[in-house]
């Protein structure tokens, strides 16, 4: 009879164990959040919003695709640029010529952008 209760008293001690360890929670971690990160952050979306919005004019895509790019692998790079990458990208294009071939210059930045990164030379898209 010893052996049973022995028994008996191992397996409920086993299974308070297992239910303290289970109620058990890793604590909460939580950061503050500061207002520079949030306009750093919709900055950025506004950016990659604006070089979506460009894409989308006809003129730009007949001229993407005259250059053998597809639209959609520009939106997808674009859409997987980092914050620092678009930040040297408008830094660049607020030094273009305003005006007539602005665009031109604005698409072959661009266009070198993705030639550097798919040859290897950058890692400016790090998910192609």
């Not at 503050?32 to 604006?50: G, H, N, P, R, Y």
């Not at 003129?59 to 678009?86: C, F």
Request: hydrophobic residues 50%; aromatic residues 8%; without cysteine.
């Amino acid at each position: 009879m010893k052996t049973i209760h022995e028994k008996n008293k191992y397996f409920w001690s086993m299974v308070i164990v297992a239910f303290l360890a289970v109620s058990f929670q890793a604590p909460a971690v939580a950061d503050i959040v500061s207002t520079e990160q949030i306009l750093v952050e919709s900055k950025v979306d506004a950016q990659k919003a604006e070089l979506g919005a460009l894409l989308q004019r006809t003129d730009v895509r007949q001229q993407l695709v005259g250059m053998g790019v597809d639209v959609s692998d520009a939106q997808q790079r674009i859409d997987s640029m980092t914050d620092s990458e678009l930040a040297a990208f408008y830094e660049k294009m607020d030094i273009l010529p305003a005006g007539e071939g602005a665009l031109e210059t604005v698409i072959a930045i661009l266009l070198i952008f993705i030639l550097l990164d798919v040859a290897g030379v950058t890692d400016i898209f790090p998910g192609i």
